[in-house]
């Protein structure tokens, strides 16, 4: 298959190697699954990308969605791709088999849904959107609005949104201002403007459930006054029949840099009499029901960072292979035949960059996705205890380090195209404004810095943050016992001190009641942490890697060198960028925070 997605070969390498997935079948819920159906559903996933997602990838792109008589117009490929996706029942792949699922490892069904991202965003964007949502009603909602709402949604009858921005608010969820009045047959009348909704508005589906947060007349202010709701765009039957239209009307669409072919709307509910809507969960605690969809989407977003990125480098690498430009520093005979790109220096620096990027964010998604089902079915509580303080720590890591540097992989993609990386005749400059909408999903770097800094490092007594620092250091001393990786072990130690440091510095300040001076700087916090976890995965890699050579592992001689290599470029060239933040997060400087606005 030709495709420029993923590199197939070190997705087995991370997933069997370094993460151990087949170990995942030892859980009672994996036991009819084998190696062989793990690689199958994923082979599936990656023909459905390459056929049926990225061929209409830049025509959406080119062709966003109108608002046109009160309804929105679409390329017409899109409708059938997410159909081909439904029929495969990739929609449900890590669902029980009583919905319709494949009960797949978690870190298998990310990969699936990850591969269409890699390979369409925009046209997955419905698909991650409903599967997100339908696991909120499944996990919060009463069993009659799973049967309703959330069954049609991993079948792919109905697709699914998240409401939470609204004009005035942004952000800040505890000022908004939707309200919903409870009638006497225990449904409620909701009326309020949403903005921002991805996926808001289509005819992709037969229905669109939207999840809606708003207020209940007593409700508290702030976020303690948050319920959540079950708003479809159709009124849906008791017999599963689609009833009138809701009181949802589209007001228009916004039209954004990247992920063009996600409609990105405004919403108006409650023009006529109030839209119908349903309580999901207790009410006033709305806000922990919706953040079980946020942080799925959190962990998604950094992996569709990681795929943008990840197809980038591919087409860079390509590209760089074919391309000849110039000549070796040395050679002054200007009649000697020119060279690919990938023979010049700066070239190797940018794709070795890219690399190191996307491979080690994909580590850190996977290592993600394997910590939730270690939550779920490890055999002793206290593991699973831990697994799930873990993934709670590492959320916004997880959301934010490949928003950052896995877009910065996109830029060099660019770059290594030279002039023609910023036409639109190659597909390099799309990925890029597609990825650059990653910072702001679901949270911008500086909202899960906070929420790192200022909640998760501390919670529990730190013992998460403990517990991820006892990993580190059985890495560690397996590289100490390693003659290619004794000096990388160094650096990444160096790199967990420093962070051990500013925690206890910004922590202590914290406590002491300097709260602001302790996380003016939390995005710089959440930038070293982040580089330090990493570093650690990348040798973790390092070491698979050697293990590989030594023992004729099942990948290639030059792909275990490769990752040797990119091991040391990221521990000599990367990690002295945690040294760097560390000296301002130590002394908690407050330059940021003593710069008056009318200074600027």
Same mark, same amino acid.
């Given at each position: 298959?030709?495709?420029?997605?993923?590199?197939?070969?070190?997705?087995?390498?991370?997933?069997?190697?370094? *993460?151990?997935?087949?170990?995942?079948?030892?859980?009672?819920?994996?036991?009819?699954?084998?190696?062989?159906?793990?690689?199958?559903?994923?082979?599936?996933? &990656?023909?459905?990308?390459?056929?049926?997602?990225?061929?209409?990838?830049?025509?959406?792109?080119?062709?966003?969605?109108?608002?046109?008589?009160?309804?929105?117009?679409?390329?017409?490929?899109?409708?059938?791709?997410? $159909?081909?996706?439904?029929?495969? /029942?990739?929609?449900?792949?890590?669902?029980?088999?009583?919905?319709?699922?494949?009960?797949?490892?978690?870190?298998?069904?990310?990969?699936?849904?990850?591969?269409?991202?890699?390979?369409?965003?925009?046209?997955?964007? !419905?698909?991650?959107?409903?599967?997100?949502?339908?696991?909120?009603?499944?996990?919060?909602?009463?069993?009659?609005?799973?049967?309703?709402?959330?069954?049609?949604? #991993?079948?792919?009858?109905?697709?699914?949104?998240?409401? #939470?921005?609204?004009?005035?608010? @942004?952000?800040?969820?505890?000022?908004?201002?939707?309200?919903?009045?409870?009638?006497?047959?225990?449904?409620?009348?909701?009326? @309020?403007?949403?903005?921002?909704?991805?996926?808001?508005?289509?005819?992709?589906?037969?229905?669109?459930?939207?999840?809606?947060?708003?207020?209940?007349?007593?409700?508290?202010?702030?976020?303690?006054?948050?319920? #959540?709701?079950?708003?479809?765009?159709?009124?849906?039957?008791?017999?599963?029949?689609?009833?009138?239209?809701?009181?949802?009307?589209?007001? @228009?669409?916004?039209?954004?840099?990247?992920?063009?072919?996600?409609?990105?709307?405004?919403?108006?509910?409650?023009?006529?009499?109030?839209?119908?809507?349903?309580?999901?969960?207790?009410?006033?605690?709305?806000?922990?029901?919706?953040?079980?969809?946020?942080?799925?989407?959190?962990?998604?977003?950094?992996?569709?960072?990681?795929?943008?990125?990840?197809?980038?480098? &591919?087409?860079?690498?390509? !590209?760089?292979?074919?391309?000849?430009?110039?000549?070796?520093? /040395?050679?002054?005979?200007?009649?000697?035949?020119?060279?690919?790109?990938?023979?010049?220096?700066?070239?190797?620096?940018?794709?070795?960059?890219?690399?190191?990027?996307?491979?080690?964010?994909?580590?850190?998604?996977?290592?993600?996705?394997?910590?939730?089902?270690?939550?779920?079915?490890?055999?002793?509580?206290?593991?699973?205890?831990?697994?799930?303080?873990?993934?709670?720590?590492?959320?916004?890591?997880? $959301?934010?380090?490949?928003?950052?540097?896995?877009?910065?992989?996109?830029?060099?993609?660019?770059?290594?195209?030279?002039?023609?990386? !910023?036409?639109?005749?190659?597909?390099?400059?799309?990925?890029?404004?597609?990825?650059?909408?990653?910072?702001?999903?679901?949270?911008?770097?500086?909202?899960?810095?906070?929420?790192?800094?200022?909640?998760?490092?501390?919670?529990?007594?730190?013992?998460?943050?403990?517990?991820?620092?006892?990993?580190?250091?059985?890495?560690?001393?397996?590289?100490?016992?390693?003659?290619?990786?004794?000096?990388?072990?160094?650096?990444?130690?160096?790199?967990?001190?420093?962070?051990?440091?500013?925690?206890?510095?910004?922590?202590?300040?914290?406590?002491?009641?300097?709260?602001?001076?302790?996380?003016?700087?939390?995005?710089?916090? &959440?930038?070293?942490? @982040? *580089?330090?976890?990493?570093?650690?995965?990348?040798?973790?890699?390092?070491?698979?890697?050697?293990?590989?050579?030594?023992?004729?592992?099942?990948?290639?001689?030059?792909?275990?060198?490769?990752?040797?290599?990119?091991?040391?470029?990221?521990?000599?060239?990367?990690?002295?960028?945690?040294?760097?933040? /560390?000296?301002?997060?130590?002394?908690?400087?407050?330059?940021?925070?003593?710069?008056?606005?009318?200074?600027?």
């Amino acid at each position: 298959m030709d495709q420029k997605i993923i590199s197939t070969q070190d997705l087995a390498f991370q997933l069997y190697e370094l *993460h151990g997935a087949e170990g995942l079948l030892r859980f009672a819920r994996y036991r009819d699954h084998s190696r062989d159906t793990l690689d199958a559903a994923l082979e599936l996933a &990656l023909k459905v990308a390459a056929e049926e997602f990225a061929p209409h990838n830049a025509l959406a792109d080119g062709e966003e969605p109108r608002f046109e008589d009160g309804r929105v117009v679409m390329r017409p490929e899109v409708g059938p791709a997410l $159909k081909v996706l439904a029929e495969t /029942g990739l929609m449900a792949a890590g669902q029980d088999y009583e919905r319709g699922g494949m009960q797949l490892p978690v870190a298998i069904a990310q990969m699936c849904v990850g591969m269409l991202k890699g390979a369409n965003v925009g046209t997955q964007g !419905y698909a991650g959107l409903t599967i997100a949502a339908a696991n909120l009603i499944l996990a919060h909602g009463s069993d009659e609005q799973k049967a309703r709402f959330a069954e049609p949604m #991993l079948a792919g009858r109905f697709f699914g949104t998240m409401c #939470l921005t609204e004009p005035h608010a @942004g952000s800040s969820l505890g000022d908004l201002k939707t309200r919903a009045l409870p009638q006497e047959d225990g449904s409620y009348r909701l009326s @309020g403007n949403k903005i921002f909704i991805s996926a808001g508005d289509h005819e992709l589906s037969e229905n669109i459930v939207h999840l809606v947060l708003a207020r209940l007349p007593d409700a508290p202010a702030g976020v303690k006054g948050i319920s #959540l709701f079950i708003v479809p765009k159709f009124i849906v039957n008791e017999d599963s029949s689609l009833g009138p239209r809701n009181d949802v009307a589209l007001a @228009g669409l916004i039209h954004k840099m990247g992920y063009r072919g996600t409609t990105s709307t405004m919403l108006n509910f409650g023009e006529k009499d109030g839209a119908v809507g349903y309580l999901v969960g207790e009410p006033n605690n709305g806000l922990a029901g919706m953040f079980h969809m946020m942080n799925e989407a959190r962990i998604g977003v950094g992996l569709g960072a990681v795929m943008l990125g990840y197809t980038g480098y &591919l087409h860079a690498l390509d !590209y760089a292979r074919d391309r000849r430009q110039g000549r070796p520093l /040395g050679q002054k005979d200007p009649q000697s035949p020119q060279v690919p790109l990938i023979e010049h220096a700066d070239v190797r620096r940018m794709l070795l960059t890219q690399k190191a990027y996307v491979e080690g964010g994909l580590s850190l998604c996977l290592f993600g996705a394997t910590l939730v089902d270690e939550k779920r079915y490890a055999e002793e509580a206290s593991d699973r205890q831990t697994a799930a303080a873990m993934l709670d720590l590492l959320t916004p890591v997880i $959301k934010s380090w490949p928003s950052q540097f896995c877009l910065e992989a996109n830029s060099l993609a660019i770059q290594v195209h030279g002039g023609y990386g !910023y036409t639109r005749e190659y597909p390099v400059e799309q990925f890029y404004r597609d990825n650059r909408l990653n910072p702001i999903h679901e949270g911008t770097h500086g909202i899960q810095g906070l929420d790192l800094l200022g909640r998760k490092v501390s919670m529990q007594d730190g013992l998460p943050y403990k517990a991820l620092l006892v990993r580190m250091r059985e890495t560690l001393a397996q590289a100490r016992e390693s003659a290619l990786l004794a000096d990388n072990g160094r650096r990444l130690a160096e790199a967990v001190d420093t962070v051990e440091a500013a925690t206890k510095a910004l922590v202590t300040r914290r406590n002491a009641g300097e709260v602001d001076k302790a996380m003016a700087n939390a995005s710089l916090y &959440l930038e070293a942490f @982040g *580089h330090t976890v990493v570093g650690w995965l990348w040798l973790r890699q390092g070491l698979c890697a050697e293990q590989g050579l030594a023992e004729g592992g099942p990948q290639t001689e030059a792909f275990y060198r490769g990752k040797l290599k990119t091991c040391d470029y990221f521990c000599r060239y990367e990690l002295p960028r945690v040294q760097a933040l /560390g000296s301002v997060l130590v002394s908690v400087d407050a330059t940021t925070q003593e710069m008056e606005p009318d200074w600027f």
